[in-house]
């Protein structure tokens, strides 16, 4: 079955069993991860309970489909119950970061119909966009493999000191064996990543992770990766560790992250109690102010997503329910398919950063194409695991999964705003090599207190194969700078 999506974190610090509680509290801030781990060990544990709630047959299932996981899942932000917005302003903050979603959300952008959603020609993936392709890749990072690598990662548990606990595998026992590899593309060498380097390309600028918690992965990457380099500040970071933002005060840059699942406007159905299920209503019509309101004043902008489409959820257009993703059991919607749902908010999403009408012109933004989850034999907590300790080989990883099929859509959809013309787009395209990595996630390589049982196969170890989405980040970087001037806003 599909995996579990990643699951937001457990917001209420009390009430929720003291043990519990009392690992909330003292790590609240240490890992998003861990947070969204916790809620979903915390609401399998009910599941099982003797509250005598239906157990389910698989366990795996019932979180996918379980409202009491989403009963927990209590953070959903709405314009207005912004913790930033009340928070005290660190240095490194600027104007910027006092908007609100009523103020700036941009009214402007208006998002395709329907019918205009029918899939582009698959023909047009590559170089099919005009005259304003910008940041067409020298090098295709898609064709490589994985060879060894005896230096080891940039950094380690040791060396980095805000690596959350729930990504240091190390600390929790991995085979170290999944740290001494790196990426070889077939045409073109990708460059061990230098922090120094890094930061004199985004000198003065503004980048955002923006996306769910695997473009927090990539953050906390980042984060690591530039620390050997230059010590951050901590700017901000909300409590549920969802928007933060860090300073490089010595290079003056400016690293955030901002949390969206589906980059559309998205709200959990609720159920007859009026409490929140794990199922969302997506309205493909509209996109989130939680992450567009944040958008104008960043030079760079790295989005990502489909993981969170694999539950069930409904796609909402023009006020109506047209359809649904995973609702097989239902009558009278149509099931359009996580594909589907995915082209159109990647869709709107490139859209209404193209047309931003607040953001600055000069305005870069990455498609970090879809993260691979590697589950076998079942999923987080039936039995899943993932304990390899070597990439698998390319005659391992199958072309015709629904991730492959996800990176081409999001591909596409990124091709066909480039054809527009205005701002400029580009692909961190990692599904591939990531594909190979069976070896870099936790599985079962964290404080046992926080999760008896289960493997997350979704996650990437830090340090780790994620490592390398920032080195293709920096690659990219390179290739387009001198970056152009900033403009006045
Ligand atoms: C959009 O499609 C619907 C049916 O799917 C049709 O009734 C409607 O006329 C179409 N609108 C446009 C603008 O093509
Ligand atoms: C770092 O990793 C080593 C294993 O490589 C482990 O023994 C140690 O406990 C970890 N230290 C921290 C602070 O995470
Ligand atoms: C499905 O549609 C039919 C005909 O439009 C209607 O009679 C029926 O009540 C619908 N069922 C559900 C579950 O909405
Ligand atoms: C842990 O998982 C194994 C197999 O996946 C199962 O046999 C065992 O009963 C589980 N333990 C608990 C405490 O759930
Ligand atoms: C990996 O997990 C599987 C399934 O739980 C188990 O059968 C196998 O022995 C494990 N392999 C290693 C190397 O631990």
């Known amino acids: 079955m599909a995996p579990l999506p990643p699951s937001p974190p457990l917001l209420k610090r009390s009430g929720s069993g003291s043990e519990w509680s009392a690992v909330v509290q003292r790590n609240v801030k240490s890992s998003l991860l861990l947070l969204l781990v916790l809620s979903a060990v915390f609401a399998f544990s009910i599941l099982y309970s003797s509250r005598g709630l239906a157990v389910a047959t698989s366990a795996g299932e019932a979180l996918a489909q379980s409202p009491l996981l989403a009963a927990l899942d209590m953070s959903r932000r709405v314009p207005g119950?912004?913790?930033?917005?009340?928070?005290?302003?660190?240095?490194?903050?600027?104007a910027e970061d006092n908007v609100t979603p009523e103020q700036s959300a941009p009214a402007a952008i208006s998002l395709p119909s329907a019918n205009s959603s029918a899939a582009p020609s698959s023909a047009h993936e590559q170089n099919a966009a005009g005259p304003s392709v910008q940041l067409e890749e020298k090098c295709d990072i898609t064709r490589g493999k994985w060879v060894r690598e005896p230096n080891g990662p940039v950094y380690t548990n040791l060396t980095c000191p805000m690596l959350p606990d729930f990504k240091n595998c190390q600390k929790f026992g991995k085979d170290p064996g999944h740290l001494y590899w790196r990426w070889q593309p077939d045409g073109c060498e990708l460059p061990r990543f230098a922090p120094e380097r890094f930061l004199?390309?985004?000198?003065?600028?503004?980048?955002?992770?923006?996306?769910?918690s695997l473009a927090r992965n990539q953050m906390d990457s980042l984060l690591c990766l530039l620390s050997q380099a230059e010590t951050p500040t901590e700017v901000h970071t909300d409590a549920f560790d969802r928007f933060g933002t860090?300073?490089?005060?010595?290079?003056?840059?400016?690293?955030?992250v901002m949390w969206t699942e589906f980059y559309a406007h998205a709200v959990p159905v609720a159920d007859a109690q009026g409490k929140p299920t794990a199922t969302f209503d997506i309205h493909l019509d509209r996109l989130g102010a939680e992450w567009t309101s944040r958008l104008p004043g960043l030079d760079y902008a790295v989005i990502s997503g489909g993981n969170w489409f694999f539950r069930v959820n409904y796609l909402w257009e023009g006020g109506?329910?047209?359809?649904?993703?995973?609702?097989?059991?239902?009558?009278?919607?149509?099931?359009?398919g996580v594909p589907y749902a995915v082209r159109r908010v990647v869709r709107a999403a490139v859209e209404g950063i193209a047309r931003c009408k607040d953001c600055k012109s000069g305005l870069v933004t990455f498609l970090r194409t879809y993260s691979p989850d590697h589950f076998e034999h079942g999923s987080w907590f039936s039995g899943g695991t993932c304990n390899r300790t070597a990439p698998l080989e390319e005659g391992e990883v199958s072309m015709g999964s629904i991730g492959w099929e996800l990176r081409r859509v999001q591909r596409q959809e990124v091709s066909r705003v480039r054809g527009s013309g205005g701002r400029r787009f580009g692909v961190l395209d990692v599904t591939k090599a990531?594909?190979?990595?069976?070896?870099g996630h936790?599985?079962?390589?964290?404080?046992?207190?926080?999760?008896?049982?289960?493997?997350d196969c979704l996650h990437w170890c830090l340090p780790g194969p994620v490592d390398m989405w920032n080195g293709v980040l920096l690659q990219r970087l390179v290739e387009i700078s001198p970056p152009p001037p900033p403009t006045v806003r």
């Open 81 to 94: 119950d912004d913790v930033e917005g009340q928070r005290g302003r660190g240095q490194g903050a600027t």
């Open 442 to 455: 936790p599985g079962a390589h964290f404080d046992a207190r926080w999760m008896r049982n289960g493997s």
């Open 320 to 336: 109506r329910r047209v359809g649904c993703v995973n609702c097989g059991r239902e009558a009278n919607l149509t099931d359009l």
């Open 200 to 212: 004199d390309v985004v000198r003065g600028k503004r980048l955002a992770f923006i996306g769910d």
């Open 434 to 439: 990531m594909m190979m990595r069976a070896d």
């Open 246 to 256: 860090w300073h490089f005060p010595a290079h003056d840059f400016t690293l955030m």
